[in-house]
């Protein structure tokens, strides 16, 4: 059965630093995704990671895909308000037969604070 | 271009009552889901649909039923609502066979039983 693991869940951190969203999984796939979530709302997809050394870039945020180690990353750089949410990942592949499924973390509720 | 709509939007229901919650997408997909949200548990997938007349069960399928007679409609029924089963719930959809398999999602329907 795969499983996806976040961490940290809770982050909270000022303007103008860095850090980063890990993301494990438990069996082979090379699909990952990576939403978006702010309160009340729906997800919204931010990243779509198909192969082993994929990065992808969009404003202050860096995804990549490591499908060796089965990791991803969520890399924030210089944080603004803006970007106060809730992020997943989701990993695709084939789980309990043949069909494609997509299994989601729990999430990591991120804070940035002035 | 209205992508995937869930129907209702709010919903307050008894103990023992039933209810259908109503999935449409217009993006010709062939995957539907449905997954339910709770504070810190992330997304879990309820059950799943890939293709017209077919579904499957989920992580939690318990206390759900759903149906697919056609392929732009998913519905998810709850034949005898329990206070467990107030949430959040999502519903996607995806095309896995083109490659991208990223998923499309609802606005979310919020369910509160009393």
């Known amino acids: 059965e795969l499983k996806v693991e976040q961490n940290p869940l809770f982050l909270s951190m000022q303007e103008g630093k860095n850090y980063t969203i890990y993301c494990n999984y438990s069996?082979?796939?090379?699909?990952l995704y990576w939403y978006r979530q702010d309160p009340g709302k729906s997800l919204e997809s931010l990243f779509v990671?198909?192969?082993?050394?994929a990065v992808k870039q969009e404003g202050r945020l860096m995804a990549s895909l490591d499908t060796k180690a089965r990791l991803s990353t969520l890399h924030i750089t210089a944080a603004v308000h803006d970007l106060s949410a809730t992020y997943f990942c989701?990993?695709?592949?084939?789980?309990?037969?043949?069909?494609?499924?997509?299994?989601f973390g729990k999430g990591t509720l991120l804070t940035v604070n002035p | 271009n209205a992508g995937v709509t869930q129907t209702p939007k709010f919903r307050v229901l008894k103990t023992g009552q039933s209810m259908t919650l109503l999935c449409a997408q217009d993006?010709?997909?062939?995957?539907m889901y449905w997954y339910r949200q709770d504070p810190g548990m992330g997304l879990r997938l309820i059950h799943y649909?890939?293709?017209?007349?077919?579904?499957a069960k989920g992580e939690v399928p318990d206390g759900y039923n759903v149906s697919r007679l056609k392929k732009q409609n998913f519905l998810l029924g709850l034949e005898s609502a329990a206070p467990s089963q107030t949430s959040v719930y999502f519903c996607?959809?995806?095309?896995?066979?083109?490659?991208?398999?990223?998923?499309?999602f609802g606005q979310g329907t919020r369910l509160t039983v009393v």
């Open positions: 996607a959809s995806s095309n896995p066979g083109q490659g991208n398999t990223e998923a499309f």
């Open positions: 649909s890939v293709g017209e007349g077919t579904t």
């Open positions: 993006m010709n997909h062939e995957y």
């Open positions: 989701a990993v695709g592949g084939l789980s309990g037969g043949s069909n494609y499924k997509l299994t």
């Open positions: 990671l198909l192969s082993n050394g």
């Open positions: 069996t082979t796939s090379d699909r």
